[in-house]
């Protein structure tokens, strides 16, 4: 990449990361745009649509709570490993406002420009959900798909103003209906 394409490419990127944050997943690309001060067409070259704009914000994101999984199976039991890292995935999508609804299509379609980054989440969550219930300490009737959907609704939830009090509540509820000793979860 030419140097002054590679400047452009990390400036958009950057100031996306700033748009999104403050105006939430569906933000104005035309704003990214305005703001990173390249055109319309400049802006698509880098990134033909929005996932793939959102992909290399988000990825480093996913990687850092992949990472988290991952430190977490070795240094907590697993049944608080499991709740502190849906805790974080939570905490992150509240980051980029509305991000939890492109997050759940991209899982599902292939193409997605999203589609790696949010099966390799999915996948470090179904890992904790995996150990926590091989040791005794978590339902054995959910699966990780089915985590990753509590997630997401959760996620949801504490997105809407009028709720975010009641979405702590439920957080808890539904932690202690998945773990086998509920007193994992303070109430």
């Known amino acids: 990449m030419r140097a002054d394409a590679e400047k452009n490419y990390d400036n958009i ?15 104005s690309l035309r704003e990214v745009a305005r703001r990173a001060g390249v055109g319309m067409g400049t802006l698509y070259r880098h990134f033909p649509n929005r996932e793939a704009l959102l992909e290399p914000i988000l990825r480093e994101g996913f990687d850092k709570l992949s990472q988290k999984a991952n430190d977490l199976k070795s240094a907590s039991t697993s049944s608080e490993a499991l709740v502190l890292w849906v805790q974080e995935v939570i905490a992150f999508t509240h980051d980029y406002q509305g991000v939890i609804s492109v ?3 991209a899982i599902e379609d292939l193409d997605s420009a999203l589609h790696v980054s949010c099966h390799t989440l999915r996948v470090a969550g179904a890992e904790l959900l995996i150990r926590a219930q091989s040791e005794g300490k978590a339902c054995t009737d959910l699966s990780g798909d089915e985590l990753f959907d509590l997630i997401a609704a959760l996620a949801w939830l504490r997105d809407q103003p009028s ?3 009641r979405s702590e509540h439920l957080f808890k509820v539904i932690a202690n209906a998945i773990l086998i000793d509920a007193k994992q979860v303070e109430n």
């Not at 990127?13 to 933000?27: D, I």
Request: net charge neutral; no cysteine; charged share 20%.
């Open 163 to 165: 709720h975010k009090q």
């Open 13 to 27: 990127l950057s100031v996306a990361r700033e748009v999104f944050t403050e105006q939430g997943a569906s933000a």
């Open 103 to 105: 997050m759940m299509s």
